[in-house]
């Protein structure tokens, strides 16, 4: 799984960075999903290990990330999408789609942790 942490690392920050080019390097928030990327990978980066212990430990730390992140991201793009058609305009699309992206791939990403959670458990010999 942590090699898998990896590439959703790659895949925020990728979204991060084309997020802030596409607004024209004007807005620093939107490259929220590149510093979520950069943490997941370091983190995902730690535990690639031989230790048991010591990949648990990471991996129970970028779950968590993911879960802050996918939380995060899915209530700024529900409450934008709201302000924005209750104050009568259209939301920004690059903005909206990259936080409902980052949504949908922190998703993913703790789902498929929680699935390999349950399975590490379960093969566990007792």
């Known amino acids: 799984m942590a090699k898998i ?15 802030y080019f596409g607004t024209g390097s004007l807005h620093p928030t939107a490259l929220i999903p590149t ?4 943490a997941l990978g370091v983190f995902g980066f730690l535990a690639i290990s031989p230790g048991e212990s010591r990949r648990k430990l990471f991996m129970h730390i970028n779950v968590t990330i993911g879960l802050i992140g996918f939380i995060g991201a899915a209530w700024r793009a529900v409450s934008s999408y709201g302000h924005a058609r209750s104050e009568g305009i259209d939301p920004d699309k690059i903005a909206l ?3 409902g992206a980052m949504a949908g791939l922190l998703l993913i990403y703790v789902l498929m942790c929680v699935k390999s959670f349950i399975d590490a458990r379960r093969n566990r010999t007792v």
């Open 5 to 19: 942490t990896l590439v959703f690392a790659v895949l925020l920050i990728i979204l991060g960075l084309v997020s």
């Open 35 to 38: 510093w979520f990327g950069i």
């Open 97 to 99: 789609g990259a936080q």
